[in-house]
């Protein structure tokens, strides 16, 4: 600390031109002290302005000065040199490559211990010394060292920014910075949307999955069950059959063993009979021992292939492959159903006319569907009320009581389309099947829950779905636009003129493909709706 000190004061008497300690030190009027050669060749240079100053204050002499040696700071300073520090200020009083330099230094320069945001210049201790002691000095605004000073030089009046400057400056990007927070927390609000469709995917497809798995080992098991049923009913059968085959061969072989038994004994006897020598005797016994009992029938056994229960195994094997070729079957139907399961991820939507433009399809209108007072004419996209009928043939298809008609395509997947109406229209989208014949509700766009509305009225929008009308409020204009993500359930219905403002959106989830449809619902005769093409 005592090293740092005494290196501090021998800043003090240094020369700020050439950083040296002073040689021959020189006081201008102005209270600083120079080299008197460093000073003299200063104002060398600044002869040709016939005007010298101050390198360090600014201060500015007419003329130029006469230079004095200041004999008792060459004294001092020769008092310094005798402690032996001969040398410059420390290297760490120097401005290395991170740091930022005193800007009045010449040669090698000192860190800048403050920049002045009005003089747009950074100072060294030594060279900051007028801010403190010079009174129009003493106004200037000290920071930080800085080496981005000439941000604060204002883009339109090229000078200092002042009060004003940075305050119109705040003001514009105070607006700037509202509509950045709106759209911010707009994104956020969609993004937490997205999440939340996303979180219900993951629910719903963990829920499918499990009640598939669930499902699939009910009926294996049931498959298991029946296999194993079948099974020991064919071993019952097999396990009966052969009780009763092996009942029905043991009695026979029991009786075959007795004829045996009967025929040796008989055999004896007359072998025994065949050696006496008693002519009466042989001849009294000969007709009881020669009579046989009745044969037991065996002409069968030898004659009968010895396969018995092998054809159960055979049946039972080509049960098995013909199993394995259904089950061979029904596995790729079932691995098919398992890799075409694809979660439609929520999209989104379009924000120009131009994105929605991108979804358009060609749409015509079915002539089965249209009512008979509905004619369809320019490729079947435009229809017409008229008071009399239309030369229609009869169709199960066609609206009967209600002036309305269906597009021929059905509408999936992402899909736009615009329509041009006259005094009066309803814009819908419906089921297929939706009612025809009557004019019950089940007929009519907008009040069943197979259909969806917006009616165009001068002035005036209003939705409707299963008999519930909404109020809607926007700029009126003969165009309206639809758009529909069938997957994802939206259907939103936009007024289209200069700009396209969002009338009305549905998020709900449709079970079935959807047909555009029209309604001249208490139009006047002659109201025209038609579908444009794009």
């Known amino acids: 600390m005592a090293q740092q000190g005494i290196q501090r004061d021998q800043v003090k008497f240094c020369c700020s031109i050439c950083l040296d300690l002073l040689m021959n030190p020189v006081t201008i009027p102005c209270g600083h002290n120079y080299c008197m050669g460093c000073i003299k060749t200063h104002w060398d240079e600044e002869d040709l302005k016939q005007i010298h100053s101050c390198p360090q204050c600014r201060q500015y002499f007419i003329p130029r000065p006469a230079l004095v040696k200041n004999t008792m700071l060459a004294d001092l300073v020769e008092e310094l040199k005798k402690t032996g520090l001969q040398a410059a200020p420390a290297d760490h009083f120097y401005a290395g490559p991170e740091d930022v330099a005193c800007d009045v230094c010449t040669g090698r320069k000192l860190k800048a211990l403050k920049s002045c945001l009005v003089c747009l210049i950074s100072y060294c201790e030594e060279h900051l010394q007028p801010h403190y002691d010079v009174a129009p000095l003493k106004k200037h605004k000290l920071v930080e060292p800085s080496e981005k000073l ?17 305050a119109a400056e705040r003001t514009e990007r105070q607006r700037e910075l509202e509509v950045s927070r709106q759209n911010i927390q707009q994104r956020i609000q969609d993004r937490e949307k997205d999440v939340k469709l996303l979180q219900q995917q993951v629910e719903a497809i963990n829920r499918s999955a499990d009640k598939a798995v669930e499902d699939s080992g009910k009926i294996f098991t049931e498959l298991i069950r029946l296999i194993q049923k079948r099974s020991s009913d064919v071993e019952q059968q097999v396990r009966s059959k052969q009780e009763t085959e092996v009942s029905r061969v043991k009695e026979l072989q029991e009786k075959l063993q007795q004829e045996v038994t009967e025929l040796k004994r008989k055999d004896a006897e007359l072998k025994q009979l065949s050696h006496t020598e008693d002519h009466n005797h042989f001849l009294h016994n000969y007709p009881s021992l020669s009579r046989l009992s009745e044969s037991t029938d065996s002409s069968s056994i030898n004659i009968r292939p010895l396969r018995y229960f ?59 569907t249209a009512h008979t007072q509905l004619l369809l004419s320019d490729g079947n996209r435009k229809a017409t009320q008229m008071n009399e009928e239309q030369p229609y043939s009869s169709d199960s298809c066609r609206f009967n009581s209600f002036w309305q008609v269906l597009s021929r395509e059905n509408l999936s997947g992402r899909c736009y389309w615009e329509v041009e109406w006259s005094s009066r229209c309803t814009v819908a989208i419906a089921y297929k099947d939706i009612g025809r014949t ?58 289209i003129s200069e700009t396209m403002t969002l009338l009305h959106r ?27 093409r794009q």
């Open 150 to 166: 000439q941000e604060n030089i204002c883009s339109r009046h090229d000078e200092v920014m002042k009060m004003f400057c940075p």
């Open 310 to 368: 092998e054809d159960v195994t055979a049946a039972l094997s080509e049960v098995r492959d013909q199993l394995q070729d259904v089950l061979r079957e029904t596995w790729t139907n079932i691995s098919l159903r398992v890799t075409e399961v694809d979660v439609s991820l929520p999209q989104p939507e379009p924000k120009t006319r131009a994105e929605f433009l991108k979804y358009s399809r060609e749409i015509t209108l079915d002539p089965n």
């Open 438 to 495: 009557g004019n019950s509700n089940k007929c009519a766009f907008g009040y069943n829950d197979k259909s969806w509305a917006l009616d165009c009225i001068n002035g005036c929008y209003e939705f409707r779905h299963n008999n519930v009308t909404t109020p809607v409020s926007g700029p009126q204009s003969s165009r309206v636009g639809v758009y529909l993500d069938h997957s994802a359930g939206i259907l939103s219905f936009y007024s």
């Open 506 to 532: 549905v998020q709900t989830t449709f079970t079935q493909p959807l047909y555009a449809g029209l309604w001249f619902y208490g139009a006047p005769v002659g109201a025209t709706a038609e579908l444009c």
